[in-house]
Antibody, heavy 119, light 112 residues
């Protein structure tokens, strides 16, 4: 069965960076895009970025450009999202999710990773 | 900030029908891009409920249905059940934004 398993919760100071991993199983990793979505406590879903692990194409939400980096390791079917220059408003649960192509439905989601930014 | 607008909340008694609207513009829903819907139970990850405007993934009850017209889309829940109490989000693609998946503002469904 398809699974996306994310890394554990993180506590970071303002100005630091965080790297969240998303390990895929149950399907061919390079056949689907990975998207990243975040949700602050009590707030809605915010789309952040997508990556295609086959051709290396990526896309980012305009507000995050310059602070977000997506990488992946196809040999272990794992995607990574790194967010730099963290501020308090980056405190949120971060999700990875699978899509056939950019902009299509997100059919499987990771369990979420809580990132807390606090001094 | 979301470019797809949903009502903050809707409510209904068990067995009733409720609908949730998702209003976009000519650069997203109105441009012909598909709308997808997600259900998020408290403390859990979102779950795909409707894809491609009106299609249900395997395992989703047929009480849930989707439609799209012009610059808007709707999710209907018929025969409302207590377990349907959750947050619901629409999603589409927006051609005016780089990268460009967009979510709705979200709607809390309360079963009275």
């Amino acid at each position: 069965q398809v699974q996306l398993v994310q890394s554990g919760a993180e506590l970071k100071k303002p100005g630091a960076s965080v790297k969240v991993s998303c390990k895929a199983s149950g399907y061919t990793f390079t056949s689907y895009d990975i998207n990243w979505v975040r949700q602050a406590t009590g707030q809605g879903l915010e789309w952040m970025a997508w990556m295609n692990p086959d051709n290396g194409h990526t896309g980012y939400a305009q507000k995050l450009q310059g602070r977000i980096t997506m990488t992946w390791n196809t040999s272990i079917s794992t995607a990574y999202m790194e967010l730099s220059s963290l501020r308090s408003e980056d405190t949120a649960v971060y999700y990875c999710a699978r899509a056939v192509v950019a902009g299509t439905e997100l059919d499987y989601w990771g369990q979420g990773t809580l990132v807390t930014v606090s001094s | 900030q979301s470019v797809l607008t949903q009502p903050p909340s809707v409510s209904g008694a068990p067995g009733q029908r409720v609908t949730i609207s998702c209003t976009g513009s000519s650069s997203n829903i109105g441009a012909g891009y598909d709308v997808h819907w997600y259900q998020q139970l408290p403390g859990t990850a979102p779950k795909l409920l409707i894809y491609g405007n009106r299609n249900r993934p395997s395992g989703v009850p047929d009480r849930f249905s989707g439609s799209k017209s012009g610059t808007s889309a709707s999710l209907a829940i018929t025969g409302l059940q207590a377990e349907d109490e959750a947050d619901y989000y629409c999603q589409s693609y927006d051609s005016s934004l780089s990268g460009s998946t967009v979510f709705g503002t979200g709607t809390k469904v309360t079963v009275l």
